[in-house]
């Protein structure tokens, strides 16, 4: 079985630290941050697969200008946006940013398992051809 | 209230119209009529006056001519000649039949001692002595004389004609007797129309001539001489009662008699009663032209006010809606975005704690079923949260509807098709009756199946078992409708107002979360349609999703 990186990034701690618990309970590399200058420095540190972000987390940077950042630093890595305050323009606009897909909290981690492997599998076949 | 509202605009409208109308008319009907009758009465004075002067003078010639074929005999003839009874009664009869309208009753010469020496006529007054009649002294120095009506010795009324004649010193005296009716008639032609009069009076208002009416000759005419100046024709007026009379009077020039014309309204007045009537008439009908056109204009004005009024009213009320679902919308949006985020830790908490319990030291744990359980009926109502915070945001969503082309029957059977398995096992029947022509519309297909089976589930709901769902559809006015009638028990009145009202449910707690119809109502107005119902309690409900036919752009 191929394992891949996976990044959480949420302001919600016990929401970060309980999502990469179980994520690696299933053998998937997974790293949780709190906010979006943290996750800055994890990019600069390791390559990702996979990025679940949340779009609104105050103080500090936000949802939209981590995404940003991401697709500057890591334009391999596929985002999935994952929030329980997403506002229909934030959500269009992350999707214009390139992010894979947009999921609205909570979901059930056998829903996300899925959209992960999609991601995943979208960017293999990318980083192939 | 509003209706009284609309009575009072509505009689105030006619009312200001009506005066505003009529009070010109009525005061120029008033100022024409006027304006006539002062022309018309003047006309009446004019007429009346011409008819006293000539009459006047027809008399005074009369009179004149008299005169001066009495005069040109004692001139022409000696005392000896006249005062012969035989050449006196040649002369009469030759005057006579010279012309029968001499008017001469009879004819006399009177000495200047006043015996009557001879005399021609029907009276036999031969031998009478005049000496003290009052006439006799006044011929006597002034030479001519005309009497006033008078008895004399014959005691009849009547009028006499003297004149002096002068043979050498004798003064003698030739006399004639003047047919009072052949001047009652010449007077009596002036008598116009059905009750005018016409009648001469001396100078003290005594019956001259015959009046046409009440009275007879040297009765007192009750009129005033002296109100009629001399030389002049004028007409005076007198008011009894509802009737004017008018007296127009001439002085004769050569003897002080009033020759007096009267009228009175109601005969020389017909012409302008004539007209009074036509003008009223005219009146009344323009009244009643503009009565009838304001009534119906009103009418028609405040017609059109009421309509647009409720259209008003129903737009404000249907804007109203739309704010209130607008604002409840965001604070659902708000509480519900709150809650997503303590949900996902709980859910992700709850599934970490199922993961651990997988885990061998776990296993033999006496307690792991209760364990698990619990962890199941955690993410159980999660997963009940989750929905309605979804639901909510769903109902918040401003997502612009996707158009394609939509076959309204088939979006309908379709859904139909989800329901009827639950609808079969409740015993409920679902009818169809479609419209077999509807044009395919460019909507959103998936928000208008989401409605659909929203009014359905709720039918069903309502009904609960054994009952009966028709669904129809219909093309009227280029709107495509969808009927969902159900018999179940209704709506109850009071509750009908809040049944678009988010998070209003009638449904039993974890059934319903209130936002159904809210959100249909919401994506029927995206959709441009409308979303109604009518419901009577004990019969049943029906709601009316109405569309409007767009026609899908060609690709």
Redesign the interface.
Known sequence: MTTFSVLVIDDEEDFVTTLVNRLQKRKIEAQGVTSGEAALEALAKADFDVILLDIKMPGGMDGIETLREIRKRQPQAEVILLTGHASVETSIEGMNLGAYDYLLKPVKLEDLLVKIAAAYEKKSTQDKS | MKRQLYRRLRLQIIGLTLVVAITPLVLLGGAIYNQFARAHEARIEDQMRLLANSQSSAVEVFLRERTNLLTMLVETHAFEQLANQAFLMDLFERLNRHSDQLGLVDMGVIDNTGLHVSYVGPFNLKGFNYEQQPWFGEVMTKGKYVSDVYMGFRLFPHIIIAVRGRTGEHQWILRATIDLDMLNRMVSTAQAGRIGDAFIVNATGIYQTKPRFEGAILDNSNIDPKAFSQGATIVTKKDQGAITYYFAGSWLKNKNWLLVIRQQTDDEVGGLLHTRNTVILIIALGVLAIIITTIFITNIVVRHLEAAHQELDMLSSQLVQSEKLAALGKMATGIA?????P???????A??MK?LLEEEEFKNSSNLKEYLSSVAKIEEH??RA?KIT?NM?GFA???EPRLDDVEVNRVVDQTIELLSNHARIQNIEIRKAYHSALPIIASDQSQLQQVILNLMNNAVDAIGSNGQIEVATALENNHIFIHVKDDGPGIPKELQRRIFDPFFTTKPTGRGTGLGLSISYSIIAKLGGTLSFQSEPGKGTTFTVSLPVVTPEKK
């Not at chain 2, 975005?337 to 985020?341: D, F, P, T």
């Not at chain 2, 949900?343 to 908490?349: D, Q, R």
Request: hydrophobic share 40%.
């Open positions: 975005h709150e809650i997503n985020n949900l996902a830790v709980i859910g992700e908490k599934g970490w993961d999660v997963e989750r979804h945001l969503r401003r997502m």
